[in-house]
Every structure is written in C-alpha cells, then in structure tokens.
C-alpha cells in the first residue's frame, strides 16, 4: 500500500531547472554572468591573497638578513629576484648612482625620495591588481540578480493575464525564478565584498612595510651606510646584554636579601 503512494506522487514540476527552462534564454543568460562573476571573484581572492602572503614572507629576510650586509648591492643579493623588496632596493642603487650627477643637495634628497616613492607605487598597483573587479561584482551582482527578478515577475504577470486568473500553477514557475535570481545575485556579491575589504586591509598593511623600507633606505644612503634599523636578532642580543649587565650603585628591589660581610 505504501508502494503505491509513493509511486503516486506527483511529479515536482516547480524546481530549480524548471524555473530556469520557463525563463528561457534571458533567465540562463543572466545566470551564466553571475556565475562568470563569482568564478573571477574567488579566483582574484585566491591568487593575491597568495601574493600578498609572499611578499609579507620576503619581508622576513629583509629584517635578518638584509640589514646585515656591508652595501645596498651586497644585501640585494640576499633577496629573492623579481620581489617587491628586491625591486625597491634595485631602484634605490640606481637612484643613488643618479643623484650624484645633481649639484643641488636639496633637489638630490627629491630625486631620491620621488624614485622610491615611484617605487613603492608600482608595487601597491600590482597588488591592487584585481581588486576593481571584486569592487564592480559587490557593486553590480545584487543588481543583475534584480534584473533576473523583474523579469520573472512581468513574466508571472503575462500569466496571470493570459489565463485570466491568479492561478498558483502560473506564478509558480516565474515567481519561483524571480526569487531564485534575487538569492544568487546576493550569493555572489557578498563574498566579493567581504574579500574587496580583507585584502583591501592586506595591501595597507603591506604598504606601511614598503613605505617603512624605503624609508630605511633613503636615510642609509644619504648616511653613507652608518644608519641602519635594528633588526629582529640584534634587538634580541641587546636585550638579553642589557638583562645581564649590572649597574653599580644600583638598590636592590624590595623584599630582596642582603648580604653584609664581616669585618
């Protein structure tokens, strides 16, 4: 007896293919945009995502290695080729070979800064890269997905007319894919925000390291070598010498035993 109500059940004839088939070729269409639009979004997510994480990896070895060099040229060697912090200190040797040409030290000092600061640019558009097109899909999904819905209303509406009666067999489908348009359209633009601003958030973090180094690099170049930032290792050892080291006549701190010799 349960057999033959199961196989008595009606058919769904409202599902998500069948939304889409009554839509035609104006329902698949803006379905297949949408879906181009999310594939580009997670695809930009994932790659400058790993690009930013590699940049912020090289930044290990400028702070343990870099800084440990005799000369700019010697310390480009310890960093990878065709990096951000390798293209900053290229950039800043060949301004330095330059400058010298200039008699004014001011407009020296300019041309220096305005060569790093070109620099650094390059490489905050590079990583921003992409993101415009994260920007344009939060900004215009919803929007594509509101077209798929006004178009399965009119097309509800037709019915209606058509038949003469609001009948739920002829607003089902249409209505059906109105709803179903409005969901993807905010599917697909809410992720591209969410990682628009995340890796929006990255590139300033990454641009305060690059404006930090050159920075670094101008005030050696213009020292002739003598300034150098502390880096990671050396703060450490200076630490653990400055733990070490007694000072005399300090006074030992309360609750602290003394000891008197005898006479």
């Keep these: 007896m349960n057999i033959s109500l199961l196989s008595a059940a009606p058919a769904n004839s ?3 293919m069948e939304a889409m088939e009554q839509g035609g070729f104006v329902a698949w269409f803006i379905l297949g945009v949408m879906v181009i639009m999310s594939v580009g979004s997670f695809y930009i997510l994932f790659t400058k995502l790993f690009e930013q994480q590699k940049v912020m990896n090289q930044y290990k070895a400028v702070r343990t290695n870099f800084w440990r060099t005799n000369s700019l040229k010697e310390g480009a060697t310890k960093l990878e080729k065709n990096s951000a912090w390798r293209q900053l200190v290229d950039d800043a040797v060949a301004a330095e070979e330059k400058h010298a040409k200039l008699n004014d030290k001011l407009e020296a000092h300019d041309w220096m800064h305005g060569s790093l600061q070109r620099s650094e640019d390059s490489i905050n558009a590079k990583l921003a890269g992409g993101l415009p097109f994260l920007a344009t899909v939060g900004a215009t999904a919803p929007f594509v997905g509101l077209l798929g819905t006004v178009i399965g209303i009119y097309r ?104 008197t010799p005898k006479s």
């Design 14 to 16: 409202f599902g998500f």
């Design 156 to 259: 509800a509406l037709i019915n209606i007319g058509m038949a003469g009666s609001a009948s739920i067999d002829k607003v089902a489908g249409p209505v059906g894919e109105a709803l179903i348009m409005t969901a993807i359209g905010l599917l697909v633009a809410v992720p591209a925000v969410f990682a628009y601003n995340w890796l929006q958030s990255r590139n300033r973090r990454i641009a305060e390291l690059l404006s930090g180094f050159s920075t670094d690099l101008l005030a050696n170049i213009n020292s002739n070598g003598s300034i150098k930032p502390m880096t990671a290792t050396s703060t450490k050892t200076a630490a653990k010498a400055a733990a070490g080291r007694t000072v005399p006549g300090a006074k030992p701190a309360a609750g602290t035993a003394t000891t």
